[in-house]
């Protein structure tokens, strides 16, 4: 019975090496272990052996059984383990296939820089304002201390509704719109479209937007207005850009400042981009003027301030390079999506 | 406003080289614009005399010369045939540089050898119109005695450099020599002077051949006038005809050239008029009748209205003032007494004149901008000066002077605390009255106050003071600080934070964003198909649009949105989707009270690879970032004329209609040359966003299963799904969970006018596992609600 015990995990174990699936595993185990098995049936035989040799044989029985049935599973694994290997080496791919990339779409080139300036004076305290574009002719003029005659009233630059409306020519009056509805401390931006009487040509538009800057607290200097644009500059164009005031003329400032940055082509030693300068002028500037506080029921004994403007097309132009205007109105979607 | 650098040095000394002085003068306020070195690529051009002209052997349109140049002699042959033996000659010697990239070299020509080249003003680079004693082909004939072999530039004007300055409104005076002189004194803080003006008069009494009227005394505040006699038109010495050149203004006779010289120098225009020409010797400054006509001096006919003002004689109008003189009083060559006229008129008055009649001179230029009235008087002597200089006349005795004008020196006081206060400086009382003085500023020193000249009626209060501080003191200088006062706290309110999003949602669907035009034409009402009486056409119109195009501010973005897709499909861009967050404006009434409503609206438009549904979804999204998908509804209820009738939808949220969208009509289409099916949402952005939160509840996520269960009926075809939906919803209460609608179908065994539609809904309670019980109760009300509202019957 020993022998025959032996013989059977021998056999079991030479059938295992060739099992090719799961099917022809389950024939071994219900062949060997199985109701009509041959281990069943030499467990039958028990009854003939002799009451002494009983134990031994049982604990040799249950040996064999043990292993066979290890034996059993470790096929099954490494049949598994086959199986899987197969899938994998059929679950190859071509990786350099096509993906199903989501298509993003793209921010306009002027909103991508307008939120760089949102967020560089959000940074420095700043909120955001707005006016309407549409306006007063006094807010447009008057509360900016531009007298009836000033060459800025004259048609030619101005799209007029009728004698008491215009479209703004400037952000500016957004200025005095805060003014009157703000106590100070003020610090906002107040971006928007403007509109001035020009044909349509590589840099000009007879619709444009600019960015309107003003800050009114006690004690504010000519200084604090160069400091605040100098770390505008910094942030916009980088550590290396240099900056300068120049004098100007506006005249709802005094004193009035243009501030150029240093020719990001050239950096300084004249280009065409610069035409030769070396000098980029990007935005006007001042110190609030009195009179402009005044009608704005701002006390300009107390109170000084400064403000800025800016082209947001020729900042934008500058920062990327484009050369024509137009084509930030044109919409073509293979403009629009270099951005 | 040009500046020649060889003229301005007559009135102040300048040491730094131009473009030194050009960077100075910028950062102290009078920008340059450019600076061109004249004659800078030219070289080597010297003083020749032709010694001796002959025939060239071999051709007959050449001649052999011999120029003396100074240390040599050299032979040059030309073809030329103007110059004689004994005259003086431009002559480029070998090697030298002339205009547009000419180089002279040595050479032969028809076998004689040549070596150098007599010039043209033109091969000089210089315009012929400025050189009238320049023959119109040939060699410049240089007038007057130069050493022989000296550099020829220097009489050409090659030597000097024009430098282009940025005048401000703000700084008339700067329109002129003197003014831009006084500005450099200052910025290099050097002496200037004056030019010394004093002249002789000849017997007699202006006021015997001469008076002055002036009616309109509002548009002319001053009017000066002077006689010439003896009169001798003929042209002016070289150098005042080189100061005029090297301006751009081309010498014409000397009369001309003294008012222009004058002009550029004290920024006064004046006028010439032929004194025997005027009835009675009289002027009258008016205002012109309406359709009042004359022949200006450029030989048209202008008609002219009550606005303008004019000057007349007793009979006729002889000039429009300010902007152009008439036809009938112009100075002749053999005019003998001549009246000088240097007057001051409004500025507004001379711009909308010279505006209406089409007509901007170097005169009414300069008027426009607020003259001093003040210049009148020296300018008027300084021309008489140069009048009898120069052999042009002499000078009767007498001056006529109206004098209207209120101008008189501002008186401001200055408080150096406050001064430094404003600017963030330091800077000593005394540094201050140094640059008021430099500015010839008046300062009185114990009442702490000045008085600016009349020519700077800008100067106005302390700030105005502070920037005349600054400038000189130098805007670089002044400190840069960081503002301390109160702080703020920089942040995007609500309505900015959802715009924002709404951008970002946009360009996450594959949206670009676009920009359009705030005004259009009227004509897009029609493209449109919007009815007569469309609110839409109800626009604020511009009173002087560029343009029809450009005429009205939109009350509707669709135009603009279908121009950018029409703007794409002739481009041929394929799968074009686009949006917008741009204005629309809507006025209450026209003409206008009040300001008109500006709304934010939110638009998209697309062409290519894309459906209703598709949009819908990018608007379904737009609303679950936004927090309010579940208040959308979609109602096909809303009339449009520019959407296709049966493809189309309020979109409402909350109940309340916030926008719609739809296919795009294909009449439009055609319209905008759009040849593909189209569709465009349009969103009231401050309607949205007044629905959207972006603040999140918690619930426990599911601890209980759900119970799935299909249902599919038959209803009519009309009726909506969306109908259906709203009463499973409302029926089944609080436990649907979802509800899926998995099949539409219409044809076999469904009866013609009926679709069958099927939905998989999800049950689930938040506090028990759903019995049943509970299931068939909710399932036999869904049924029952959807038999009895909409008619539908179950399919089993």
């Known amino acids: 019975m020993k022998e025959q015990l032996e013989a059977i995990k021998i056999k079991v174990v030479k059938n295992l090496h060739n099992i090719a699936d799961l099917k022809a595993l389950d024939e071994v185990r219900v062949n060997i272990l199985g109701k009509k098995g041959e281990l069943t049936s030499i467990l039958k035989g028990m009854k003939d052996v002799a009451p002494e040799d009983r134990p031994t044989i049982g604990a040799l029985v249950n040996e064999v059984r043990t292993d066979i049935e290890a034996a059993i599973e470790n096929a099954k694994n490494n049949l598994a383990s086959k199986v899987r290997e197969q899938q994998l080496k059929e679950e190859v791919i071509d990786v350099t296939m096509p993906s199903n990339k989501k298509t993003l779409g793209h921010r306009h080139p002027m909103h991508i820089v307008l939120e760089d300036l949102k967020n560089i004076f959000i940074g420095m305290g700043y909120q955001i304002a707005k006016g309407p574009e549409i306006e007063e002719d006094y807010y447009n003029f008057k509360a900016l201390n531009i007298p009836e005659d000033h060459p800025a009233r004259d048609e030619q630059d101005t799209f007029y509704i009728d004698k008491n409306f215009v479209l703004r020519t400037s952000t500016s009056p957004t200025q005095v719109h805060v003014m009157e509805h703000q106590k100070p401390p003020i610090r906002v931006i107040a971006p928007g479209r403007v509109y001035r009487s020009d044909e349509v040509d590589a840099t000009h538009s007879p619709m444009f937007h600019q960015v309107e800057g003003l800050v009114i607290d006690e004690h504010i200097t000519m200084a604090d207005l160069k400091g605040a644009l100098a770390e505008f500059v910094k942030e916009l164009y980088g550590d290396d850009a240099k900056v300068r005031f120049r004098p100007h003329y506006f005249p709802f400032t005094e004193p009035s400042a243009e501030v150029d940055v240093s020719c990001f082509k050239c950096g300084g030693t004249g280009c065409n981009i610069c035409k030769g300068s070396g000098w980029i002028e990007i935005l006007g500037c001042g110190m609030v003027h009195p009179k402009v506080l005044e009608m704005s029921g701002i006390d300009p004994t107390k109170y000084s301030g400064f403000a800025f403007g800016m082209g947001l097309e020729r900042i934008t132009m500058l920062r990327y390079g484009i050369e024509d205007l137009r084509l930030f109105y044109e919409n073509d979607i293979r403009f629009l999506k270099q951005f | ?796």
């Open chain 2, 1 to 796: 406003m040009n500046v020649s650098m060889n003229w301005l040095r007559e009135y102040v000394k300048i040491d730094c080289d131009v473009q030194t002085f050009a960077e100075k003068m910028t950062m102290s306020g009078s920008n340059v614009d450019s600076v061109v070195k004249k004659g800078e690529n030219i070289t080597d051009v010297v003083v020749g005399r032709v010694l001796e002209i002959v025939k060239h052997p071999d051709a007959d349109k050449l001649v052999v010369t011999q120029v003396d140049v100074g240390d040599k002699t050299i032979q040059i042959v030309t073809g030329a045939d103007n110059m004689k033996v004994g005259d003086l000659v431009p002559v480029a010697l070998p090697g030298a540089n002339l205009a547009e990239g000419l180089k002279i070299k040595e050479g032969k020509l028809r076998g004689v050898a040549s070596n150098g080249m007599m010039c043209s003003v033109e091969e000089l680079g210089l315009d012929p119109d400025h050189f009238p004693d320049a023959p119109e082909h040939g060699i410049y004939i240089i007038k007057g005695e130069y050493p022989l072999g000296s550099d020829a530039k220097p009489i050409f004007g090659l030597d000097d450099a024009i430098v282009e300055f940025e005048i401000t409104s703000n700084r008339p005076d700067c329109f002129s020599l003197l003014g831009i002189a006084r500005e450099a004194a200052a910025t290099v803080d050097t002496e200037f002077h004056y030019p010394e003006i004093g002249y002789n008069e000849v017997a007699g009494d202006i006021n015997q051949h001469a008076s002055v009227e002036v009616i309109a005394t509002d548009l002319c505040p001053r009017f000066v006038a002077k006689v010439l006699v003896d009169v001798d038109i003929k042209p002016s010495p070289k150098w005042m005809q080189d100061r005029l050149r090297s301006v751009g203004i081309r010498p014409i006779n000397n009369l001309v050239d003294i008012t222009n010289f004058v002009m550029v120098e004290m920024g006064q225009p004046m006028h010439a008029y032929d004194l025997e020409e005027l009835t009675h010797g009289k002027i009258i400054v008016r205002r012109a009748k309406d359709q009042e006509k004359m022949m200006t001096l450029d030989g048209e006919e202008r008609e002219l209205d009550e606005t303008m003002l004019v000057i007349a004689g007793e009979k006729e109008v002889i000039g429009v003032a300010g902007v152009m003189g008439g036809e009938g009083s112009k100075v002749k060559d053999h005019t003998g007494m001549i009246l000088l006229e240097a007057a001051n008129f409004d500025p507004a008055s001379i711009r909308k004149t010279s505006k209406k009649i089409g007509l901007r001179t170097d005169a009414s230029t300069k008027f426009e901008k607020h003259l001093d009235p003040n210049t009148a008087l020296i300018a008027i002597e300084r021309a008489c000066q140069l009048a009898e200089m120069i052999g042009a006349g002499h000078v009767m005795a007498g001056t006529i002077d109206v004098n209207n004008s209120n101008r008189k020196p501002n008186k401001v006081a200055y408080n150096v605390g406050n001064i430094n206060k404003l600017l963030g400086t330091n800077i000593s009382e005394e540094e201050m009255v140094s640059y008021f003085k430099r500015l010839e500023f008046v300062v009185d020193e114990d009442q702490k106050e000045i008085l600016a000249p009349t020519f700077r009626a800008d100067i106005e209060c302390e700030a105005d003071l502070a920037e005349e501080v600054a400038r000189l003191y130098g805007y670089d200088r002044l400190p840069t600080t960081l503002a301390t006062g109160t702080p703020t706290v920089g942040k995007r309110s609500f309505t900015q934070r959802m715009e924002d999003l709404a951008r970002q949602i946009m360009e996450d669907c594959s949206l670009n964003e676009a920009m359009t035009y705030s005004f259009e034409s009227p004509k897009v009402y029609d493209k449109l198909k919007l009815a007569p009486d469309s609110l839409l056409r109800v626009a604020v119109k511009i009173d002087n649009p560029l343009g029809e195009d450009f005429s009205v501010m939109r009350t509707s973005t669709v135009n603009g949105m279908l121009q950018a897709l029409s703007n794409n499909y002739a481009k041929r861009n394929e799968k074009v989707g686009l949006y917008e967050i741009g204005t629309i404006y809507e006025p209450k009434a026209i003409p206008l009270k009040e300001l008109p409503k500006e709304s934010q609206k939110l638009t998209i438009g697309m062409y290519g690879d894309c459906d209703f549904f598709k949009l819908k979804g990018i608007l379904e999204t737009l609303f679950e970032a936004f927090n309010c998908l579940d208040l959308a509804k979609w109602d096909p209820n809303i009339e449009l004329s520019y959407l296709h009738p049966g493809r189309k939808a309020k979109v409402m949220l909350n109940n309340k209609e916030i926008g719609y969208i739809g296919e795009v009509h294909p009449d439009v289409l055609d319209a905008y040359d759009i040849h593909d099916k189209a569709y465009i949402a349009v969103i009231d952005m401050e309607d949205l966003i007044g629905e959207a939160t972006l603040d999140h509840k918690y619930t426990p996520v599911p601890r209980y299963p759900a119970v799935n269960r299909d249902v599919a009926m038959l209803v009519k075809e009309e009726i909506l799904v969306g109908d259906i939906e709203e009463v499973i919803r409302r029926c089944s209460g609080k436990i649907l969970e979802k509800l899926e609608l998995f099949d539409v179908y219409k044809g076999k065994q469904i009866e013609v006018g009926y679709k069958s539609v099927a939905y998989a809904l999800s049950f689930r309670a938040a506090d028990h596992t759903l019995q049943e019980k509970e299931i068939s109760k909710t399932m036999e009300k869904i049924l029952k609600g959807l038999e009895n509202e909409l008619g539908a019957t179950l399919r089993k």
